[in-house]
């Protein structure tokens, strides 16, 4: 295949717990995910079986097209069944590529339609520059990613099926009498790791997305481009030894003033554009005492909860993020869109929130939210590191 641009080298570090960046390096340049896109082809798995539509032992038929992938794979056989869990396990360890495309078809019909709903799922997730075109990650021109988009992906595997994440630590997995050892070495040598995938295509380079945890800290870093996996298994312990070692930038608090309130869920797609908007123009064009409150260092943690629905570089998308979130919530007084701003390195990082929330309303907002298929994780109180001023700011939704 003639490749649309060259290996990129490039990586990203963020906070699992709040999706902030820790370091980068190019980490918006656009490159091929080669069998990172298992990830979402995985995602998509673990939402069908949380939502109850297919279950772990239910048998997937493998078609001529899904036996024909080129390896790596499980040399599953047309016309065979294997179980939804032993294609788990394929993609998990051995990358098999014959399985990602027996779940594709399995949950999708085709693996086009499949792949349709993969990049749908990963706009929604605010993955504004990953294209799939297949379950694998074999080489296909219109398959993209970026580093960042990456590992919002691991982060979102990792928050939304805490239970299912565990199958990335498997070490090895048995199939027909043929043992597969998991491809992602540093889980035996790097403390703290455990998980999550490896990739590689000749026109990505060598790719590996990875979680590690270290006393009571979570990290995920992305590393795309390397020229073998033992380089690309360095950089990868370099960045995350460095970034354990290491502070995250402090925060500051942008509070969305003046803005409409939400509209009620099933609205148009015109109104959440335009609601969006107005929230953007509201960020924009803060008030005297919300510039003032940006401008303020960070103050005692807030008592109240929050959930957070996306980390972006352009403030008009956080904007845009947590106004349509909002909107897919019940009103309920007090509740209050923020934008959180990080530095990392030549840019700002716009963290878009809800806040002003209970324990009980956060955990119902990310449970609605994950069922739409967006962005969310709960913040607690000690993440809070703002509350939303109410001289600066008027509710989004009463």
């Known amino acids: 295949m003639t490749s649309a641009w060259a290996a990129k080298h490039s990586s990203i570090v963020i906070d699992a717990k709040t999706g902030q960046v820790v370091s980068e390096s190019n980490a918006d340049a656009v490159t091929y995910p080669a069998s990172l896109t298992k990830m979402m082809t995985l995602y998509l798995t673990f939402d069908a079986l949380e939502h109850k539509q297919i279950t772990l032992d239910q048998h997937f038929p493998v078609s ?5 992938q080129e390896p790596t794979k499980l040399d599953l056989k047309a016309g065979d069944t294997i179980a939804v869990h032993d294609l788990i396990l394929g993609l998990v360890t051995q990358s098999a590529n014959d399985a990602a495309v027996v779940l594709a078809e399995g949950l ?4 086009h339609g499949f792949a349709e709903k993969m990049t749908r799922t990963a706009h929604a997730m605010g993955m504004e520059h990953t294209n799939f075109d297949n379950a694998s990650g074999l080489p296909d021109p219109l398959q993209r ?8 992906l691991a982060r979102h595997l990792y928050l939304d099926f805490p239970a299912e994440y565990k199958y990335f630590g498997t070490e090895q997995f048995t199939y027909h009498g043929v043992t597969y050892g998991n491809h992602n070495h540093l889980m035996n040598s790097f403390r703290g790791m455990d998980g999550i995938k490896t990739g590689f295509i000749r ?9 590690a945890v270290r006393d009571n800290r979570r990290l995920i870093g992305v590393v795309m481009g390397g020229q073998s996996a033992h380089s690309r298994d360095r950089k990868m312990a370099s960045l ?14 942008m509070v969305a003033s003046n803005a409409k309130p939400a509209t009620k869920r099933g609205q148009s797609e015109s109104t959440l554009h335009a609601l969006a908007h107005h929230a953007a123009h509201a960020v924009a064009n803060l008030s005297p005492i919300g510039q003032a409150e940006a401008a303020t260092p960070m103050r005692k943690p807030s008592s109240s909860w929050g959930v ?8 008009a998308s956080a904007a845009h993020a947590g106004a349509v979130a909002l909107s897919h919530l019940p009103a309920e007084r007090g509740k209050t869109v923020v934008l959180v701003t990080s530095h990392a390195k030549k840019h700002k990082i716009y963290q878009a929130r809800i806040v002003n929330l209970t324990e009980k309303q956060a955990q119902n907002a990310c449970r609605v939210l994950r069922h739409a298929h967006r962005a969310c994780v ?8 703002m509350a939303a001023s109410p001289a600066a700011s008027k509710n989004l939704a009463e």
């Open 203 to 211: 026109a990505s380079g060598f790719n590996l997305a990875a979680s």
């Open 108 to 111: 999708g019909g085709t693996e």
């Open 145 to 152: 990613t970026t580093a960042r988009d990456m590992a919002m």
């Open 378 to 385: 709960v913040l607690e109180p000690s993440s809070m590191q």
């Open 308 to 315: 957070q629905v996306g980390a972006y570089r352009r403030q």
């Open 240 to 253: 995350l030894n460095s970034a354990f070692a290491g502070n995250i930038a402090p925060e500051t608090q």
């Open 64 to 68: 001529a097209h899904a036996a024909a």
